[in-house]
T-cell receptor
């Protein structure tokens, strides 16, 4: 079955540590996105990538980094510079690079808790 | 800039109707609607495009007023399965290839 896989589902980290969240898709989609979700605030865009080896900052990129070395993979690193990283992280993809006419397909999410 | 959704929450009995609104401060090219069940990923419902084209769900309808920069989602004859949080996502005319999402409207449908 085609889809988006995020791992792990739950992640705990100590303050000051970097952590990498995995996102893999086998839909052959060009564009991939990372969102952060906090209670009552909806989805906020962290980074997005329309093609391999290229990505752009979203609205809240500070304290995060990404890479897009392969079409199917878009890992997100939450660095120690992110002041309040506890949140639900969602990865998404679209067939083309234009969300206007494309459905965004979401992964199941990773819930990160900083202890 | 994130669009504003209203109301924040609504409680319905099965069979009742509801309207969820999404307003933006900037001119829009498209509006997307998603529904999210607790602890799950958002699921696509509808895309509305500038010019009137609409793609999406069979039983949930929506409108897009380009001049007012607003969209409304209509839940008609609600079912228990309609419960969840509804988000609108908007893309501006600059076509910057990203969506801005509202804070969500939580819908609870009771038997």
């Amino acid at each position: 079955d085609g889809g988006i896989t995020q791992s792990p589902k739950y992640l705990f980290r100590k303050e000051g540590q970097n952590v990498t969240l995995s996102c893999e898709q086998n839909l052959n989609h060009d564009a991939m996105y990372w969102y952060r979700q906090d209670p009552g605030q909806g989805l906020r865009l962290i980074y997005y990538s329309q093609i391999v080896n290229d990505f752009q900052k979203g609205d809240i990129a500070e304290g995060y980094s990404v890479s897009r070395e392969k079409k199917e993979s878009f890992p997100l690193t939450v660095t120690s510079a992110q002041k309040n990283p506890t949140a639900f992280y969602l990865c998404a993809s679209t067939p083309g690079g234009i969300p206007s006419t494309d459905t965004q397909y979401f992964g199941p999410g990773t819930r990160l808790t900083v202890l | 800039q994130q669009p504003v959704q209203s109301p924040q929450a609504v409680i319905l009995r099965e069979g009742e109707d509801a309207v969820i609104n999404c307003s933006s401060s900037k001119a829009l090219y498209s509006v997307h609607w998603y529904r999210q069940k607790h602890g799950e990923a958002p699921v696509f419902l509808m895309i509305l495009l500038k010019g009137g084209e609409q793609k999406g769900h069979e039983k949930i309808s929506a409108s897009f007023n380009e001049k007012k920069q607003q969209s409304s989602l209509y839940l008609t004859a609600s079912q228990l399965s309609y419960s969840g949080t509804y988000f609108c996502g908007t893309e501006g005319l600059s076509n910057d290839y990203k969506l801005s999402f509202g804070a969500g409207t939580t819908v609870t449908v009771r038997a």
